[in-house]
């Protein structure tokens, strides 16, 4: 189980070592940032293979690659909290991708919000200057 201080918490803890450890694994990945493409928010930024990608076109939802359960995640599976796949879109430098996407249950996030809902997107807490997060 992930820790809540680290999810829900005030405390900045940023994992400025993940690329390094994505990049030492076995899973050739890139970038993928789900977008809600009715509000432009930005929901997710997750991973993806060549397996996750052809899954996510075929399937018509959002599909990652989990670095660290190395396996295939659809997102919304477990939880019902899918994401409709809209559009894929690429950077210039084809090491990217952006997921444009219609929500297709209560949130994105896997942590819930103070009543009990999946948060609408993972972004939910703003950096304040004196380094402490609050809830945006």
């Known amino acids: 189980m992930a820790d809540k201080a680290l999810e829900e918490g005030s405390q900045l803890t940023l994992d400025f070592k993940k690329l390094r450890k994505i ?21 997710i930024l ?17 599909t990652f690659w989990s670095t660290s359960r190395n396996e295939l995640w659809i997102k919304g ?40 809902r999946s948060r609408s997107g993972c972004y939910y807490r703003r950096l304040r200057a004196d380094g402490t997060l609050e809830q945006a």
């Open 77 to 116: 599976l477990t939880s019902g909290d899918f994401l409709e796949l809209l559009e894929v879109r690429v950077n210039c430098e084809q090491n990217s991708i952006l997921y444009r996407v219609r929500p297709a249950g209560q949130g994105a996030c896997h942590t819930k919000g103070a009543d009990g």
């Open 46 to 62: 997750g991973y993806v293979n060549e397996l996750a990608l052809a899954t996510a076109l075929k399937e018509r939802k959002a």
């Open 23 to 43: 990049a030492s694994g076995q899973a050739d990945v890139i970038p993928a940032v789900a977008q809600d493409a009715a509000t432009g928010e930005v929901l």
